[in-house]
């Protein structure tokens, strides 16, 4: 249902869109999430799907944006100014429950898609 899509291998400075397309079923937000070697999964960004209300990691505030095409029924994750820091998995995931407000933390998350290699080059 969640497939995020779009990683790869860019120097430090440089840009990349991720992709979560999300289907069959209807998600009241979705989030975006990372785990670096060694380290625990921490929250980057999410989106709520009927307003469009965004929350973002410190880390990654203005140089990341998160965003949803209705049509498409994808979410996206546009990363710019990426460092090396940024290096990571990258996980989309959304909640088996209503969430107005889209949440920061992962244990809200009850779906969550194979993650993208997000690998940045100093």
């Known amino acids: 249902q969640l497939q995020a899509s779009g990683g790869g291998l860019v120097q430090a400075g440089g840009s990349l869109r991720l992709s979560c397309p999300a289907s069959?079923?209807?998600?009241?937000?979705v989030g975006w999430f990372r785990q670096a070697p060694g380290k625990e999964r921490e929250f980057v960004a999410a989106?709520?799907?009927?307003?469009?209300?965004?929350a973002y990691a410190e880390s990654v505030k203005g140089r990341f944006t998160i965003s949803r095409d209705n049509a498409q029924r994808t979410v996206y994750l546009q990363m710019n100014s990426l460092k090396p820091e940024d290096t990571a998995v990258y996980y989309c995931?959304?909640?088996?429950?209503?969430?107005?407000?889209?949440?920061?933390?992962?244990?809200?998350?009850?779906?969550w898609g194979q993650g993208t290699q997000v690998t940045v080059s100093s």
């Open positions: 989106i709520s799907w009927s307003s469009g209300m965004t």
């Open positions: 069959g079923r209807t998600f009241s937000s």
């Open positions: 995931a959304a909640p088996s429950h209503l969430h107005f407000i889209p949440s920061k933390n992962q244990y809200d998350y009850d779906y």
